[in-house]
């Protein structure tokens, strides 16, 4: 089968497309013919030497899948041949086949096309799993999002609107600004003009924001805990910003305040499986009902990979990038 592999680490010009072995399922395993893979940043990080798959992973690029299953393990339940699906993986997308354990399978949402859905698995169970599961987001809470105009943030947006948070983000530039106000943000932040936390704390009246998700990590982790209310969850989902930072302990105590960071890829298969369930339980029927959608920014062939890659490296995207078969 045709895959996109990586000829050493380094820049867009190590990306392929080779032949490689069709995978072959475990008993408690599917095979998924591959309609459309989601392309994320951690899948730059991969290309480049930076984020080895966990162990027993295909070494192959590619986190989420939509497409139609072709092959069932002897022990799987409750999925056939022929069924449409989307996916989290620990790896493969990118390829015209992906074995997948069983519990990360999940089914379309009604009235979303095939393709649209492999804009959904990462995204969603990473801003519901850190969100709602771990941060417990409510009703009239407020939501920082930065990097809002990403494919996380668009998701992120969408998802604390539709529970009644008011949200506000953080963007690189005058269109995102209006595009994320267009989601559902009350408040975008160009944090290339403004100093955002100046912002959040004017926006907020001094209250500051009771959950933050920070996709930037050391850099913002100052500003990020001066910027949480009273019980406020800070949530640490990337390093793009760096992984060492000064943390004020007097500032996050007196806050009452929470830091918490983790990772979606290196969880175990039932972590995964749990959170997949409640995806589907929780953010299926708001997306069945279009109070969210996925934001989709562009799609690529499978052969224009170095393209999609490089437009995530430029981040003049809006929403998600796909690879189609």
């Not at 989307?86 to 015209?96: Q, V």
């Not at 955002?196 to 924001?209: F, M, P, R």
């Not at 305040?257 to 749990?274: E, F, H, T, Y």
Request: proline share 5%; charged share 20%; hydrophobic share 45%.
């Amino acid at each position: 089968m045709r895959a996109v592999v990586c000829e050493g680490a380094g820049g867009i010009e190590v990306l392929t497309v080779g032949e490689i072995p069709d995978p072959t399922p475990a008993v408690d395993e599917v095979v998924i013919d591959v309609v459309a893979a989601g392309v994320n940043r951690a899948d730059l990080l991969q290309r480049q030497g930076f984020y080895p798959p966990p162990p027993g992973a295909p070494g192959t690029i590619g986190l989420e899948v939509s497409g139609t299953i072709s092959e069932v393990g002897s022990e799987v339940e409750g999925w056939s041949v022929g069924d449409e699906c989307c996916a989290l993986l620990a790896g493969g997308g990118y390829a015209e086949k992906v074995v997948v354990p069983a519990p990360q399978v999940m089914p379309i949402p009604d009235g979303l096309d095939l393709i649209s859905a492999a804009a959904l698995p990462e995204v969603v169970a990473t801003v519901w799993s850190n969100v709602f599961m771990s941060a417990h987001l409510k009703d009239g809470e407020t939501l920082l999002v930065h990097g809002g105009a990403s494919g996380i943030g668009t998701m992120a947006i969408q998802l604390g609107v539709a529970h009644g948070a008011r949200v506000l983000t953080t963007v690189g530039s005058a269109d995102k600004m209006e595009f994320c106000t267009r989601l559902g943000a009350d408040v975008a932040i160009n944090y290339k003009e403004a100093e955002w936390a100046s912002v959040v704390k004017e926006a907020t009246a001094g209250a500051g924001a009771d959950v933050i998700l920070d996709i930037i990590g050391a850099k913002y982790l100052t500003d990020n805990v001066k910027s949480l209310a009273y019980d406020g969850r800070l949530v640490v989902i990337g390093m793009q910003g760096g992984a060492k930072g000064e943390l004020d302990l007097g500032r996050l105590m007196s806050r009452r305040g929470q830091i918490m960071a983790a990772g979606l890829r290196p969880r175990s298969v039932a972590d995964k499986g749990r959170i997949i369930a409640d995806v589907v339980g929780h953010v299926w029927p708001l997306i069945a009902e279009k109070k969210v959608r996925p934001i989709i920014h562009t799609t690529f062939p499978l052969a224009e990979v170095a393209s999609a890659h490089q437009t995530l490296e430029d981040s003049t995207q809006l929403g998600k990038v796909l690879l189609t078969t």
